[in-house]
Every structure is written in C-alpha cells, then in structure tokens.
Nanobody, 126 residues
C-alpha cells in the first residue's frame, strides 16, 4: 500500500523559507514522477513542482520559478520542496503526489497522479 506523508508546513512571514518533505513507502520510487501541488479553498488544486525521479527532470509553475526547488533523496524515498522568498499568495494546503508516468515530460496536472498525501498547511503572512 502506497503511503505519502508530508511534513514541514507552518507559518512564516513574507520573505521567509520553508522546506516540505514527503516520505514515500510501499512505492517503487524511481519509476514514476512525483510532485507537489497546492490548493486554497474554492480553487482547483494546482501543480507547483514535479520531478521525474529516475532522470531528475523537473518542471515548475511559473509563479514559483526561481523561488522553489524540488529535489529528492532516493536512498530515503523522500521528496522535498524548498520554498524561499515566500509570498502571502503561496498560502495553501500543499500536497505530495506520486505515480504519474514519465512520457517524456513531467506531468503537472493533478489528474495524472495516482497517489496523494494528506497535505501540510503553509501560511505566509505579510
């Protein structure tokens, strides 16, 4: 059974940093893509960053490019999202996702992912 457990969320002031972690178990880590998504009430879940865990290819939402970095530790089956220069508009519930196939690009749409964590909340105050 696949389990994804996020951690690292919290409250920070604008300009601050957080690092989210996603520990994966019961999952063949290196075959597929994994990603980070976020959602605020009343809005659709959106892709933030994703990575092909075997090849290392990444993709980012335009709104986070240059500020967020997705990375992985294959030995620990753990995915990370380093978030710098945080803005109030980054406030959301952040979800880790896994299981999207590599098709030559990194999927960024939530419907392409099969497994989801419970989420970790990020609040950025101005």
């Amino acid at each position: 059974q696949v389990q994804l457990v996020e951690s690292g969320g919290g409250s920070v002031q604008a300009g601050g940093s957080l690092r989210l972690s996603c520990a994966a178990s019961g999952y063949t880590y290196s075959r597929y893509c994994m990603g980070w998504f976020r959602q605020v009430p009343g809005k659709e879940r959106e892709g933030v960053a994703a990575i092909y865990t075997r090849g290392g290819s990444t993709d980012y939402a335009d709104s986070v490019k240059g500020r967020f970095t997705i990375s992985q530790d294959n030995a620990k089956n753990t995915l990370y999202l380093q978030m710098n220069s945080l803005k109030p508009e980054d406030t959301a519930m952040y979800y880790c996702a896994a299981g999207a196939p590599w098709m030559g690009w990194v999927p960024m749409h939530p419907t392409e992912y099969n497994y989801w964590g419970q989420g970790t909340r990020v609040t950025v105050s101005s």
